[in-house]
């Protein structure tokens, strides 16, 4: 197998995840909705991508720099749209079941007849 195989591998699997991600960010930014993401997941994503650059920058330059380089920009753009664009969700009280909104003011049950 020539040596060039898995680079070129490595290049177009790079630009392949590269065209299948920018279409998620740009209506991130374009609509500013980012209600279904999760903080959780966008913060691990990037906690994630700082320890792994340990290991990316141990090997020479090459596709998996540039790999990397885009998900790291992906993550952290989409950590950043979200805390910038994110709408507190509004506090909801807790609904009682249906039945008890059906019991008596003495705390019988109404009778089924």
Known sequence: MSSNVPVIAGAISTGIFAVSTMPMVLKAARTR????????????????NVLY???????????????YGFNLTVSATMLVYWLQYRTP??????VPPLHACKMRANGSAPSAG
């Not at 650059?53 to 540039?66: D, E, L, N, Q, T």
């Not at 969700?89 to 807790?94: F, G």
């Open 89 to 94: 969700r509004p506090r909801t009280k807790a």
């Open 53 to 67: 650059a340990i290991y990316v920058f141990s090997m020479p330059m090459g596709p998996a720099w540039a790999l």
């Open 33 to 48: 909705d980012l209600s279904s993401y999760s903080g959780g997941n966008l913060l691990l994503s990037n906690l994630g």
